[in-house]
């Protein structure tokens, strides 16, 4: 019989040996290899789990939830409400620490492919691209018109992903101070629109 309280802290054991193990081997990382990360057997994935599509899919749920936690952590300190500041947060949240070293960025990266044939975890994708877009979307809806605030949040959005996607391939440290003010000089620019 299982130890009452374990569950979570197995679960979040075979989170981080998933991340360790696609940093090692990529999302071909087996089960086997994940276990014996996690210091655990074979069949607790199964029990926690179901499969390994199912821990595939609880670790990218912990990426997202790191994400999203690192955004509103942001938005809870700042004391500038304006739409400028809101959105430098929630572009500072995607380039976040948690976001941007080895292990996230190999599974943000086999994620997105696996995502093209795995409808959970496309319908994972879906969501995370929603909510930048949405949320990049509101902010810029306070200052701009809607039909150009929908493209200033497509354009932010998309340079957000580039950067990152950019980064991450470039087999190099991620440059989270360039990429921070890439990202903040297109966000002045589109909000310069509407001052001129």
């Known amino acids: 019989m299982p130890?009452?309280?374990?569950?979570?802290?197995?679960?979040?054991?075979?989170?981080?040996?998933?991340?360790?193990?696609?940093?090692?081997v990529g999302m071909d990382a087996s089960i086997a290899l994940i276990a014996r990360l996690a210091g655990v057997s074979?069949?607790?994935?199964?029990?926690?789990f179901q499969d390994k599509n199912g821990l595939l899919e609880a670790t990218m749920r912990h990426l997202m939830t790191a994400l999203s936690l690192s955004v509103r952590d942001r938005r809870l300190l700042l004391e500038d409400t304006s739409p400028r500041a809101q959105i430098r947060t929630i572009i500072e949240g995607n380039?976040?620490?948690?976001?941007?070293?080895?292990p996230a960025m190999k599974?943000?990266?086999?994620?997105?492919?696996?995502s093209m044939h795995q409808p959970s975890l496309r319908r994972l994708?879906?969501?995370?691209?929603?909510?930048?877009?949405?949320?990049?979307?509101?902010?810029?809806?306070?200052?701009?018109?809607?039909?150009?605030?929908r493209t200033a949040a497509r354009g932010l959005a998309a340079l957000i992903d580039g950067l990152w996607?950019?980064?991450?391939?470039?087999?190099?440290?991620?440059?989270?101070q360039q990429a921070l003010q890439i990202a903040f000089d297109y966000l002045d620019q589109q909000l310069a629109r509407q001052a001129g």
């Not at 074979?42 to 926690?48: D, K, L, T």
């Not at 599974?107 to 696996?114: E, G, H, I, K, N």
């Not at 909510?131 to 018109?145: A, G, H, K, M, T």
């Open 125 to 149: 994708q879906r969501i995370n691209d929603h909510r930048l877009y949405s949320n990049i979307c509101c902010e810029f809806r306070r200052v701009l018109p809607i039909a150009e605030a």
């Open 95 to 102: 380039f976040d620490d948690s976001q941007v070293n080895g």
């Open 165 to 176: 996607l950019r980064g991450a391939l470039s087999g190099e440290a991620f440059d989270t």
């Open 42 to 48: 074979n069949g607790i994935i199964s029990h926690y």
């Open 3 to 24: 130890k009452v309280g374990m569950q979570p802290i197995r679960r979040s054991q075979l989170i981080h040996a998933t991340l360790e193990a696609v940093d090692q």
């Open 107 to 114: 599974t943000w990266l086999a994620f997105w492919a696996s």
